[in-house]
DNA sequence: GTCTGTTTCAAACATACGTTTGATAGTTGA
DNA sequence: TCAACTATCAAACGTATGTTTGAAACAGAC
């Protein structure tokens, strides 16, 4: 066939076992053998490992972007001029990604690792890729961000957002690990839905929190200015 | 000499390669020549990398578990049966941190960026190791935060804590980075000692936050129970 | 000085990795 | 039917990894 079904055998392969091991712990051996192809076939597709791992994100990273790109469309228009509350802006990011079409069930929680990972495993290239390929949108959340909370100062607002990209990052990528301690420890079950659910108006809480300098009781010399 | 400073070296190298580039990503050899030792004395006097990573994490830990104890015990003594507040536990582990004694000026984030990274780099002896070691600090400051947050849900108090975490260690592992972006926007130097007086009560909101699904929009299907 | 145990060192080992090769099969368009 | 292109495959390449080896250097005790 014309177009073969290769590609997406190993994108598939690659996005589950990047996505629960790592990418220096992922062998290209590891991918081709789970997508059955022959372990030529991704170089010969891609390229190379790091354009592999370029493309497994670019498969759901493009789509992404352009629901973000209406949904903070919608939300605009809905705010008609007014600057949009923090949960709204929050909201409006969390349904995207909740309501992203997805190609299997475990398709929001591989999305929210390879994203929590993206952050956090220290891959040069991977960060310049998504920088420069997905900068609008991001910019344009945090331009978001800044008008629904104008009470806060550049620095108070920028840690915050360090802190909620944190909880949230790190909490979706072991989501799946998360949920089963939780149904082995209390016997209940949890999707992703309600994760976002409860995670919202904790961040939205963090975010209008009084003055941080203000309740910090002394260190041994506060090197506060 | 009897006891060499060779054990030492190679501790020093690996702790600051390890937190900046990960375990998988830094290789015996980058550490014994940073540490300018032989190749094989890690082997020699560790064993296995595996096993100098858990020697790594254990040089700051186990100090840093006996001084958290004694700062619960006087949290406990100072409160006289009472439950503590959040904001006084919260305290209570981030003072321990922050006046710890520490090897050099970067210590401090170097510590803060392996305990990140233990949680984020998926090293399945890492998480085994850590768990048997020091499970009892762990569950005792889980023992407070309970008795600080008896308005939640054991489920809401579960997410929520992992939001915390989420959120200092992320924050934590890419401390420097994140400094050095703020001097470079905003002109701001930061310590971490700032950070801490700033994510301590973004958490402390965040905990206390009204019941977290009352406030969540519908989505196309609802599975929130 | 010699013996004993410990530590260092250069070299090699076996294995795993990402990548390349060249042959083979399959498909397409004239 | 034949040529041109694309895709697959087994095999190999070069390199890097963690680990082991065996000899050399060093230490302290007698």
């Known amino acids: 066939m014309a ?9 598939d392969a690659a996005e589950e076992l990047f996505a629960e091991r790592g990418f220096s712990e992922t062998s290209l051996r590891m991918i081709t053998s789970k997508a059955k192809v022959n ?10 490992k790091n354009a592999l791992i370029h493309a ?5 990273l493009t789509p992404f972007s352009s629901t973000l790109e209406t949904a903070f469309n919608n939300l605009e228009e809905r705010c008609d001029g007014q600057p949009p509350t923090l949960n709204q802006t929050l909201w409006a990011l969390t349904e995207s990604a909740v309501r992203m079409p997805q190609r299997n069930e475990k398709g929001i929680s591989i999305f929210m690792r390879l994203l929590g ?27 978001l961000l800044k008008e629904s909370t104008p009470q806060l100062s550049a620095v108070d607002r920028y840690w915050r957002i360090q ?9 979706m ?24 659910a409860r995670l919202v108006p904790f961040l939205a809480a963090g975010m209008q929190a009084e003055d941080p300098l203000l309740m910090m009781p002394t260190f041994g010399k506060t090197s506060v200015a």
């Open 3 to 11: 177009q073969s079904d290769t590609v997406d055998r190993i994108l």
């Open 173 to 196: 990528s072991s989501s799946d690990a998360l949920r089963d301690i939780l149904q082995n420890k209390l016997g209940v079950e949890t999707t992703v839905q309600e994760i976002a």
């Open 39 to 48: 372990l030529a076939a991704v170089n010969y597709h891609f390229g190379s």
């Open 56 to 60: 497994v994100f670019a498969r759901f």
């Open 163 to 171: 802190f909620m990209l944190g909880a949230t990052a790190f909490t």
């Open 117 to 143: 990972l993206a952050y956090t495993q220290s891959q040069g290239h991977l960060r310049k890729f998504l920088e420069q390929e997905y900068s609008q949108p991001f910019s344009r959340f945090m331009r």
